[in-house]
């Protein structure tokens, strides 16, 4: 099982700049694939970013060309460098580990979520 622990959220005004992280438990017999989700108020959770061991990424449109995740694989953390924030990414930003271990695929550990508020 993995922890997930996120950070670095908080109150930035549009055009700003946030940088998130996600710290997750040590697995030596896995590799992670780590993710940001979302989840505004009155609104379902959606899919944000992707990054695995290869550093192959994937971004929402909604985020492209503004935001940027990568991975320190040898700390087991991934970020989220958040620029040119706006008004509509106001979310609590949640962080998920899929984890391809020596004894199989463990997926979908979330961490408990940072609020990132982006004022006008």
């Known amino acids: 099982q993995a922890k997930l622990a996120e950070s670095g959220g908080g109150s930035v005004q549009t055009g700003g700049s946030l940088r998130l992280s996600c710290a997750a438990s040590e697995h030596p017999d896995c590799t992670y694939e780590m993710s940001w989700y979302r989840q505004a108020p009155g609104k379902d959770r959606e899919f944000v970013s992707w990054?695995?061991?290869?550093?192959?990424?994937s971004y929402a449109d909604a985020v492209k060309g503004r935001f940027t995740i990568s991975q320190d694989s040898a700390k087991n953390r991934a970020y989220l460098e958040m620029t040119r924030l706006k008004p509509e990414d106001t979310a609590i930003y949640y962080c998920k580990a899929d984890l391809a271990c020596g004894s199989g695929w463990f997926p979908n550990f979330w961490g408990q979520g940072t609020q990132v508020t982006v004022s006008p």
């Open positions: 990054i695995n061991k290869d550093q192959q990424t």
